[in-house]
């Protein structure tokens, strides 16, 4: 079962800051949160990762609550091919070496206007 | 560089019979996750593949296996093909290492089951 709460959709304008939350109350102290992003007829794609700090790259932004309870994806400035389902996940590593699989939800369905 | 690679993109089986689908990791990889996607849904994790072994499962009944090779590609196979297994097949490839490594996906196979 997913064990990240993200609302169904939300909507946003050209050129503007987004910012999509995600509540994961259970998480575990050596869960890394991940966020990936899927577009229509696509395999998700990666956005990035964090563990406790927050954490920058090319794509986007992910700020972490500092009970890690929450996180936010940040996208600075929305282009129209930033529509996507983005889904939060949380990321066992598994300490045999290899990874667990990651349980996704359904996602937040973001809607960029013109 | 090449990213994951999945084989057919699309097939058509009847009901009852077998497949294969097929997925090549992103160079450098050696941990492949089989995941299912039906319509409106977030991926399902079906199990991963690391040193030619089944490190993970989720819950899925034993008609899916699966195959990894010494190359690390992998195969999954459905037995006893349903009507309910029409789905998008991912193939997901990440380096095994502690610390949350991040999943490449392939665009997936689509399957109808008819």
């Known amino acids: 079962d997913a064990k990240t709460t993200q609302p169904n959709s939300m909507e946003s304008n050209e050129e503007e800051p987004v910012h999509l939350p995600c509540n994961h109350s259970t998480i575990s102290g050596t869960d890394y949160i991940h966020w990936y992003r899927q577009l229509p007829s696509q395999g998700p794609e990666y956005v990035i990762h964090g563990l406790t700090s927050n954490v920058n790259n090319r794509m986007a932004s992910l700020a972490i609550a500092e009970d890690r309870k929450s996180s936010t994806l940040i996208l600075h400035r929305a282009t129209l091919r930033d529509a996507a389902v983005y889904y939060c996940i949380l990321f066992h590593p598994y300490s045999g070496g290899g990874a667990d699989g990651l349980t996704f939800g359904k996602g937040t369905h973001l809607i960029i206007q013109p | 560089d090449a990213g994951v690679t999945q084989s057919p993109t699309h097939l058509i089986k009847t009901r009852g019979q077998q497949v294969t689908l097929r997925c090549s990791p992103k160079s450098g990889h050696d941990t492949v996750s089989w995941y299912q996607q039906a319509l409106g849904q977030g991926p399902q994790f079906i199990f991963q593949?690391?040193?030619?072994?089944?490190?993970q499962r989720g819950n899925f009944p034993d008609r899916f296996s699966g195959h990894q090779f010494p190359n690390y590609s992998s195969e999954l196979n459905v037995n006893a093909l349903l009507l309910g297994d029409s789905a998008l097949y991912l193939c997901a490839s990440s380096l095994a290492r502690k610390g949350g490594s991040p999943l490449h996906f392939g665009n997936g196979t689509r399957l109808t089951v008819t």
């Open positions: 593949y690391y040193e030619e072994e089944e490190r």
